[in-house]
């Protein structure tokens, strides 16, 4: 049975790739999921507001009180000595790397085309296989799309000239044409993958103290079916690599997300619901159902349920809505 399988030029021994999440902060975590059969491994993101706050710290407490008297100083420690935040996570990218037969991918979000290059090439030199970046950037004032889909693919451009290794875009689902700014990603930026999509935590209102909080929901199956949808229309229209993301709980959601063409499956929430481990589980169940229905390699089977070929496209189109409410049995509540 071949379960290899091709993401951004990597060869990986299946398509089954843990997403980032905290798990990847700890050395041993990584090498648990190796050994549980992850083919690769996003490493947890860091955040460019992360490093500027980092950085504003230091200087403060460099600075607090020196005015005062000069034996202030000596009340701190020597901050200029101190790993900075940026520091710590290359270091910890290095130490990944080392720690593993498998391919790690390093993950950015940054704030500014200076920040995309300055921290995009120094994770390179770490080691790592590949560079996973998220793009989303919150419009609160007024700007076009137009101007802000030019603006991701300019930096995409100018990045994947710059790198070394694979670049690979997580993109979120908000665009108002999926199609297009997947295209112009592929074939003007030549991205080397794509990850569809990235799946947001979004603030709530806390109506007895009046606070803004935030807390963490996991994923569920049903939200695998957005980015099912869009891989299966994409599929066979770009040359990047596809990976579906969100949702995947069991090996029948990787199983899916591979009928409708994608290349790998990011995974993340059933970890940290089920453990590590449960990456076996994943990969167990997939080589199960491939010999149930005779598949010899994953090729075979990767996008047998896209746009393009299944029988009736239009059950992945606005169509399919109707029958959806159809189906919907409500005679028992009247």
């Keep these: 049975m071949d379960m290899q399988a091709y993401y951004l030029g990597l060869s990986l021994k299946n398509p089954i790739i843990v997403s980032s999440n905290p798990l990847s902060e ?7 999921m190796e050994k549980a059969g992850a083919a690769a491994i996003v490493m947890y993101s860091i955040f460019a507001e992360e490093i500027h706050y980092d950085d504003e710290f230091v200087d403060y407490y460099r600075e ?3 005015e005062k008297f000069a034996e202030s100083l000596t009340y701190f420690p020597n901050l200029a000595k101190q790993s900075s935040f940026l520091d710590y996570h290359l270091h910890h990218l290095e130490q990944a790397v080392k720690a593993v037969n498998i391919p790690i991918i390093g993950s950015l979000n940054a704030t500014s085309k200076e920040n995309w290059f300055e921290y995009a090439l ?17 419009p609160i004032k007024p700007k076009s799309s137009e101007l802000i889909e030019q ?32 295209l112009a990603l592929d074939k003007i930026a030549h991205v080397d993958g794509l990850i569809l999509f990235n799946r947001f935590y979004h603030p709530d209102f806390d109506i007895d103290q009046l606070k803004i909080k935030t807390d963490i929901q996991l994923s569920n199956p049903y939200e695998a079916r957005l980015p099912l949808r869009w891989i299966a229309i994409l599929y066979d229209q770009i040359k990047a690599s596809i990976a579906g993301s969100t949702g995947v709980h069991s090996s029948d959601d ?18 940290l619901q089920n453990g590590i481990p449960y990456i076996d589980q994943l990969t167990a ?8 229905k005779n598949f010899k390699s994953i090729d075979q089977f990767r996008g047998l349920m896209s746009y393009k070929k299944i029988s009736h496209p239009t059950e992945l189109e606005r169509a399919q809505y109707m029958k959806a409410l159809r189906s919907f049995k409500h005679d028992e509540l009247y």
């Design 26 to 32: 700890k050395i041993d975590y990584i090498k648990n």
């Design 151 to 182: 603006e991701y693919i300019s930096i995409v451009k100018d990045l994947k000239a710059a790198l070394n290794i694979p670049l690979v875009v997580k993109l979120s689902p908000y665009f108002t044409s999926i199609t297009d700014i997947a």
């Design 64 to 66: 607090f009180g020196t």
């Design 122 to 138: 120094k994770m390179q030199e770490t080691g790592i296989s590949a560079l996973e970046i998220n793009l989303f950037t919150l």
């Design 285 to 292: 169940g997939l080589e199960k159902w491939m010999k149930t």
């Design 254 to 271: 990787v199983i899916k997300y591979i009928l409708a063409g994608a290349h790998a499956i990011t995974c993340a929430s059933c970890l």
